[in-house]
T-cell receptor, first 113, second 117 residues
Framework: SQQGEEDPQALSIQEGENATMNCSYK?????LQWYRQNSGRGLVHLIL?????REKHSGRLRVTLDTSKKSSSLLITASRAADTASYFC?????????????FGTGTQLKVEL | NAGVTQTPKFQVLKTGQSMTLQCAQD?????MSWYRQDPGMGLRLIHY???????DQGEVPNGYNVSRSTTEDFPLRLLSAAPSQTSVYFC????????????????FGSGTQLSVL
């Protein structure tokens, strides 16, 4: 079963606007990661936030984590057409067998000129 | 570094055929994994390995075999292809399976698009 669920499933904005995507998960985690996938390509890691962190920044990206609500948000500020992609959250819930990163279903972001 | 290399990029099989998807990484990563991506389903873990000689099942392992004889290579074998295995397959690797400051982020290959007729 999917651990993470992104919301919304699709988002369309104008260049220069901010884009916010949300991720909810079910079980306790060690960290939560966000990945980007351009059409027809592999996923690229964007940012990782640990369970003891509440907010993290990387360039135009801002990620928040609320472990009490089991949710995270990804904010992309001043969006560009090149930000058009699918964005996935992934949760790292440590198991006895090692690292199992579980992905959500993704948010499709379209940034229009 | 080439990173994570997957071959082939595209493959069409008939039901019942077998094949191997290749994955190689040149980053000396201990952890390697295979995911499949289906529309509306996100990525689902098929099998993973925390080091040479060690493999384990993920969420959807049925119909697939893996082995890890070297640190660099982690092939995925489809034993008898079925239409339900039509999907895009991604191989991914990371430094450490146990966390730590070297990071748990995954490096992905560019994918193999598989169609089973």
């Amino acid at each position: 079963s999917q651990q993470g669920e992104e919301d919304p499933q699709a988002l369309s904005i104008q260049e220069g606007e901010n884009a916010t995507m949300n991720c909810s998960y079910k079980t306790s985690i060690n960290n939560l990661q966000w990945y980007r996938q351009n059409s027809g390509r592999g996923l690229v890691h964007l940012i990782l936030i640990r369970s003891n962190e509440r907010e993290k920044h990387s360039g135009r990206l801002r990620v928040t984590l609320d472990t009490s609500k089991k949710s995270s948000s990804l904010l992309i500020t001043a969006s560009r057409a090149a930000d058009t992609a699918s964005y996935f959250c992934a949760t790292d819930a440590r198991t006895g067998g090692g690292n199992k990163l579980t992905f959500g279903t993704g948010t499709q972001l379209k940034v229009e000129l | 570094n080439a990173g994570v290399t997957q071959t082939p990029k595209f493959q069409v099989l008939k039901t019942g055929q077998s094949m191997t998807l290749q994955c190689a990484q040149d980053m000396n990563h201990e952890y390697m994994s295979w995911y499949r991506q289906d529309p509306g389903m996100g990525l689902r873990l098929i099998h993973y390995s925390v080091g040479a000689g060690i493999t384990d099942q993920g969420e959807v392992p049925n119909g697939y075999n893996v082995s890890r004889s070297t640190t660099e290579d982690f092939p995925l074998r489809l034993l008898s292809a079925a239409p339900s295995q039509t999907s895009v397959y991604f191989c991914a690797s990371s430094y450490s399976p146990t966390g730590g400051k070297r990071g748990e982020k995954l490096f992905f290959g560019s994918g193999t698009q598989l169609s089973v007729l």
